[in-house]
């Protein structure tokens, strides 16, 4: 392992402070838990080297972090050999429930023959031998349990009472030396809720680029100029461009994942940002199976479904051990069929990826299922392979009249009237745009950035130039209190200028939406604002030039549909902060143009996000703190039927609070009043659903409280989170989990003594595990980036491709079924060239 990476890890204070926990401990011979948090287990082994340098000790590592691992680490105690005496190691193994027979066969076994008593404690790969004369211990030996010959010399070893133990081996020795470190043991997995210390590092995954360098060096140059030392670890350096070259460190070692840390201001990017983990060909697997195979180590467990892509859907059995020391994966099939697979073979292998949380159905070897399942999936990629491009290609081959270059007075009017001074993203953004409006061809650009980070200026810097050639604009929203606000923000910004500004949506009345749609069809109106019923076939454009998309995945794939048809010949602009996986892959596989804004306004701080268990009385300090301060709350629960409940319980805790309550099954013009008297601070807290997810812009709403949200998706609690924090006072993200089986209600009393009533369970589902670790991991300023790039990774595009395709998927599994799409793909680009 690097030297480098080494010595940055050793320089974090975390590991100071572990190297300081540890020393405290020494003289101490109970068993005492080091949780180490936020550490990624793949770098285990520089950590334990650092350690290792320090003391020359093994430890132990706790490497299933359960309630009965707790309890079972609680009873370890470290033994001297100068401890045992015969009568005492025989009465000992008995107390901790080790298993007496004629032979030590398995762990937990113990067995007596003379003056020898010999045992296997399950942290230890291999039995202990302990030799007595009488009553005194003569020497204290490892050996192997096949052959009995001696291993190697110890002075102690580590015995625990092994009938608390259920699940397997909890614990398992690490390191190197004979020595065992007194009491010490590490726990790198989540969810210790019993340690004695716990050591928190700040890692965070970086981003993913999928092969977009041009990204990559953007965010080089970014990271750089904040201070951050740059590591590139990779195999491919002659595919990065020149100016990277110089970042590249060469390393032997496969490492699974790099990291950004803030407190020791570096970033390591190795070939799963580089390239991705979903979208690696075909052709940079074969070239790198080891990788794959040290992915399957390090992400799959035993009993994870893979995906062999001759033979199927399978169980992991392990890496087994054959004739000749030849090393085959165990894939187990349908009726107990098994298929031993060469590791040179790990590259027809994925891990099963698919919407949803059911598993998936086993295939059967030998009866051809798969290979006809194969080939109906193949079929339909080809059929979305085809339809990606040819859209794509219309609006390649598509001509229109290019904008002038030349900036009018009226629009360096426009221009000097925005109130806050541009960001340097939001510049190259607008030049980027300009460019765009120059060519004769139509653009279709994203644009990702967090909420508040300027974006809505971007595209109306281009609505005017487009307005101002004669043409119309219109801008699709996905909610009508979005259509709101954008139509306010639109109005007041082109107020000085000659342009109609309309809206289209629910809250206008029948006969003030007709005018609009009359004004829509005779050219009257240039900029229109709308819901999807700007999609309806009512609404005829005279003379459509920019389309802009706000938060794409709120449309449904109707609208999606109805899309295509208005948008061959017209420019589009696609707003997100975090978007979709089908839309972030179309744009970093090039088929759209990208521009990403990552720098915040000026004052702006960054949200605190708390992830943890509901408790009610966090939720009420948590309001008590904002409402003192003069803001005001955001509580978001997602249960219509059950939203009243939660106002009584606020007011049941805290009479004096005026709550408002919001939902989307309210009449528009309730809804609507309720939102004006919330942001002219009539009420304290907004009892809402995520009726706020898109757009509101309410600077003195300062706390937000979700429910349940381990049943959101991570881009929608990242939506969530931006809903605060558009001030320069510290925001404040409460994102609250619960169980099933957690009752709502609570004894008041003891809530008032800020008792804990409801009971800590482990989170059940592993996504919605992954998006809630995503959601507290990524709180710095412009991560939507980031955060798009991780939810492309923990549910893939399966959910967003049509009903079709979410069956394909659910059928083959996401990672083959990409890896066909992208096969396709480049045969149909082929064919055209």
């Known amino acids: 392992m690097s030297l480098e990476l080494e010595k940055f890890i050793a320089s974090h204070s975390s590991t100071k402070k572990i190297i300081s926990v540890l020393k405290g401990w020494v003289k101490q011979k109970s068993a005492r838990i080091l949780f180490v948090k936020n550490f990624f287990p793949h770098y285990r082994n520089i950590l334990l080297k650092i350690l290792e340098k320090e003391f020359d000790s093994n430890f132990l590592n706790l490497n299933l972090s359960t309630r009965e691992s707790v309890k079972y680490a609680k009873t370890i105690k470290i033994y001297g050999k100068e401890e045992f005496t015969f009568s005492s190691l025989k009465n000992l193994l008995a107390e901790n429930n080790f298993s007496h027979q004629t032979k030590v066969y398995t762990k937990k076994d113990f067995s007596i023959k003379g003056d ?56 398992e020795l690490i390191g190197n030396s004979n020595q065992i470190f007194p009491n010490t043991i590490l726990s790198f997995s989540e969810g210790t809720e019993e340690a004695d210390e716990t050591v928190s590092y700040d890692f965070i995954y970086p981003q993913l680029f999928f092969k977009r360098f041009d990204l990559l060096e953007q965010e080089v140059k970014r990271l750089s100029g904040l201070g951050y030392k740059i590591i590139i670890y990779t195999k491919h350096e002659k595919d990065l461009p020149s100016s990277l070259h110089r970042f590249v460190e060469s390393t032997s070692d496969q490492i699974e994942s790099g990291f950004v840390s803030k407190e020791i201001k570096t970033v390591l990017i190795t070939d799963r940002e580089l390239f991705g983990t979903i979208f690696l060909s075909k052709k940079t697997k074969e070239t790198d199976s080891t990788k794959f195979l040290r992915q399957l180590e390090g992400e799959i467990q035993i009993g994870d479904f893979l995906v062999h892509e001759d033979y199927g859907i399978a169980v992991y059995g392990g890496i087994t051990q054959e004739e000749e020391g030849m090393a085959h994966i165990s894939l187990k099939y349908a009726e107990g069929d098994e298929l031993l697979m060469p590791l040179t073979q790990a590259n027809k292998l994925t891990k099963y990826i698919a919407p949803g949380e059911k598993p998936p ?104 130039k487009v307005v101002e050639s004669g043409k119309q604009v219109a801008i699709l929203a996905p909610t009508t209190v979005l259509v709101a606000q954008h139509h306010t923000v639109l109005s007041d910004r082109f107020k000085n200028f000659p342009f109609t500004v309309t809206a289209l949506s629910r809250f206008g009345t029948k006969d003030e939406n007709k005018e609009v749609i009359n004004k829509i069809s005779n050219g009257s109106a240039d900029i229109i604002v709308g819901t999807h019923k700007l999609l309806s076939g009512s609404v005829k454009f005279k003379n459509l030039g920019l389309l802009v998309i706000d938060e794409e995945q709120k449309f449904g794939v109707k609208q999606k549909e109805l899309l295509k048809k208005i948008n061959v010949d017209v420019h589009t602009i696609t707003l997100s902060a975090t978007p979709i996986p089908r839309t972030l892959s179309m744009a970093l596989s090039q088929i759209l143009d990208i521009s990403i804004i990552t720098t915040p306004p000026s004052g702006r701080k960054p949200i605190k996000t708390i992830v943890e268990h509901f408790k009610w009385p966090k939720v009420i300090e948590a309001i008590q703190f904002e409402t003192k301060r003069g803001g005001q709350v955001y509580f978001v629960h997602n249960e219509v039927q059950t939203i009243g409940s939660i106002k009584e319980k606020l007011h049941s805790f805290m009479p004096e609070l005026k709550i408002a309550v919001g ?49 959101f998706g991570l881009s929608q609690l990242y939506q969530l989170r931006g809903r605060v924090g558009r001030s320069e006072e510290q925001a404040y993200a409460y994102i609250y989990y619960t169980h099933k089986g957690d009752s709502d209600k609570h004894d008041s009393d003891k809530i008032i003594e800020g008792e804990e009533t409801i009971e800590k369970q482990k989170i059940k589902s592993d996504k919605a595990d992954q998006r809630l670790r995503a959601i507290d991991e990524l709180q710095e300023l412009g991560s939507g980036f980031s955060l798009a790039s991780r939810d492309l990774e923990i549910r893939g595009a399966g959910n967003v491709l049509g009903r079709e395709q979410h069956g394909n998927i659910l059928n083959i599994g996401l990672g083959l079924y990409m890896q066909l799409l992208t096969e396709e793909i480049d045969r149909l680009k082929s064919l055209k060239n």
Not at 455 to 464: D, G, I, S
């Open 116 to 171: 020898t008593i010999s045992f296997w404690p399950i942290e230890l790969d291999d039995p202990v031998r302990a030799s007595f004369f009488g009553e005194e211990l003569e020497k204290l030996e490892q050996f192997d349990a096949v052959y009995g010959t001696k291993i190697r010399s110890i002075s102690e070893v580590p015995i625990g009472n092994v009938k608390v133990e259920e699940v397997g081996s909890f614990v």
């Open 361 to 464: 159905a086993i295939t059967r070897l030998g009866k051809g299922m798969w290979n006809r399942l194969k080939l109906k999936v193949k079929k339909s990629v080809g059929n979305l392979a085809k339809e990606l491009l040819e859209s794509f290609a219309k609006r390649e081959l598509v001509r229109i009249k290019p904008l002038e270059e030349a900036n009018s007075e009226s629009y360096k009017k426009f221009v000097e009237e925005f109130e806050y001074e541009e960001t340097e993203d939001q510049i190259v953004a607008i030049k980027q745009i300009e460019e765009d409006l120059k060519k004769d061809k139509p653009m279709n650009r994203l644009i990702v950035g967090d909420v508040g980070f300027g974006k809505t200026e971007v595209f109306m810097r281009a609505a005017f």
């Open 663 to 711: 939902h989307g099954q309210q009449p528009p013009e309730m809804l609507e009043q309720t939102m004006e008297d919330f942001y002219h601070k009539k009420y304290d807290v907004l009892l809402c659903t995520t009726i706020i997810e898109n757009g509101l812009d309410m600077p003195n709403v300062n706390t937000l409280i979700v429910n349940k949200a381990q049943n």
